[in-house]
């Protein structure tokens, strides 16, 4: 028997049987289960002798086509209720459907890549290649507790400089305000380190809010709080869409 | 109204992130949402019309410029890295995740057939998919969705704009 080889490894064991429909030119309303089982088998057993990682997905599949295989060749109980009905009664129907909306979806994700993409067909001005979270330089974040939070709280306190503090005008700032503020700003920017969002005019006023309003919006879940090691900044990430 | 159509390209110009038309009337107040979306509409032509590297596109429920697509040869040279590819399976996975939002993991993974923990924290990591909340059934699964930067990516102005799955049925007719 000569095997058709296709390197690329299917995406799953609906994939390697919409391989074998398509291979074999059959209607994927009447699939001639024995055959399809047949080939699967010996796929599977290819992918063995060629040291692929055979997950147990394929493994499942086969189970699945062997039960049908088996159910078909039972008669069918004669009426039970309201007659025999060929459709509902057909131990194929639900991996047809199965295998329906997999090839629907696996179109879908051709569309996807069909289309024009950022960084790849258009791209934005000045944009630089985007750092994504956790593919910063080798560190890789890790969820912020409350001591690591206090920390840089007591940081940012301990680099204000004494002789402002007599300036602050006590009704300028109130938590709601930070909070608005501090969503904005995420809204725009997506991440922030907890120093960007104190911005400039660095009170002790301003820090405690800033704080109080981090905390506010992590417990509300509207943010995550995310820092590489310790000591290292602590970066904010919005968590809604607006 | 020259002037004001000026001012928006520089706003757009200026902006990190496409920048939305409720943006651009708290800098011009004095016109309407219909106002701007006229003045959207010169700029576009504006820049179509000059015929330049790049254009005005809404994407992503904002205005930003692209370069055009078929000068991507050459942008590709100037950033030297190459373009972020996602694998089939992640496309198929994020394809899931697009039309079935908000959806859990466990019928991601019956779609698929396979599990897609692996892809999933990818694209979450990627910030195509995130967490919109979770499933009021037992053990509370956590449901995903697709983000404001999927639309960005995929070039989209909104999830409306996605091709419906029974589109894609008929082409395969």
Redesign the interface.
Known sequence: MSYEIKLDVF?????LLLYLIRKNEIDIYNIPIALITRQYLEYLDLMKALNLDL?G?YLV?AATLLHIKSRMLLPVPEEEDGGTEDEAGDPRAELVQ?LL?????????????R???????????GAP?EA????EGEETPIEADIFTLVEAFQRMLSQLDQADLMEIDLERISLADRINEIMDSLA???DMTFAELMGEQITRQRIVYTFLAVLELMKLRMIRVYQAASFAAIRIFI?G?E | MEEDIAILDALI?SS??PLTVERMREILPQYDRQGILGLLKTLAEHHEARQGG?GL?EIAGGW??????DL?PW??KL?A?R????S??A??T???V??RQPVVKADID??????VGGTLKGLL???LV??VGRKDVPGRPILYGT??RFL?????KDLTE??T?TE??D??A
Do not use: H, N, W
């Open positions: 995406e799953g064991p609906l994939d997950a997905e599949l199965q909306e997999y090839q629907a979806f696996k179109e879908a994700a051709l569309q996807l890549d289309r024009t993409l950022l960084e790849r067909d258009v791209f934005k001005r290649p994504l979270p956790g593919e725009l920017r997506r968590v869409e | 110009f990190e992130t790049f596109c930003q410029f692209y370069s055009r697509p991507a942008v590709r950033k890295g373009p972020q590819m996602l089939p399976a496309l198929e994020l394809a899931v697009a039309y019956r779609v698929r057939g396979v599990d990591e990627k910030r995130r967490m983000t404001k960005e990516v995929f070039q989209l996605l091709p799955l894609l049925k082409i395969q």
